[in-house]
Nanobody, 128 residues
C-alpha cells in the first residue's frame, strides 16, 4: 500500500503562484511514477503533469506547459507541482496519484486508470 497526502493549496489571485506538495509513505519502493490531476466543478478529472520516479521523465498537459513544473525528491518521497501564472480556469481540486507498474505507462500516463493510489486532494482557487 502507498499513502499520499497533498498540501499547499489555497486562494491566489490570477497571475500568482502556488506550490503543491505530495508526500508518499508506505511501500514507496513500489512507485514507478507519480502524477497530478485536477477536477474543476462540473468537469471530469483531467491530467495535469506526471514524473517517473527513477529517471525523472516528465509529462505535462498542453494547458499547463510553460506555467506548471513537476519535480520530485526521491529522498523525501515527495513530488511537487510548481504553478506559476495561474489563471481562473486553473481553479480545481488537485489530486496526487501514484503508479506502481511501468508496463505501458509511457503511452497511458494521462489516464486516471493508470494510477492505483490517490490522495484526498487539495483545493486551488484562482480569483480574477
Amino acid at each position: 500500500q502507498v499513502q499520499l497526502v497533498e498540501s499547499g493549496g489555497g486562494l491566489v489571485q490570477a497571475g500568482g503562484s502556488l506550490r503543491l506538495s505530495c508526500a508518499a509513505s508506505g511501500r514507496t519502493s513500489s512507485i514507478y511514477a507519480m502524477g497530478w490531476f485536477r477536477r474543476a466543478p462540473g468537469k471530469e478529472r483531467e491530467f495535469v503533469a506526471a514524473i517517473t520516479w527513477s529517471g525523472g521523465t516528465t509529462y505535462a498537459a498542453d494547458s499547463v506547459k510553460g506555467r506548471f513544473t513537476i519535480s520530485r525528491t526521491n529522498a523525501e518521497n515527495t513530488v511537487y507541482l510548481q504553478m506559476n501564472s495561474l489563471k481562473p480556469e486553473d481553479t480545481a481540486v488537485y489530486f496526487c496519484a501514484a503508479n506502481t507498474s511501468p508496463l505501458g505507462y509511457s503511452g497511458n500516463y494521462y489516464k486516471p486508470s493508470t494510477y492505483n493510489y490517490w490522495g484526498q486532494g487539495t483545493q486551488v482557487t484562482v480569483s480574477s
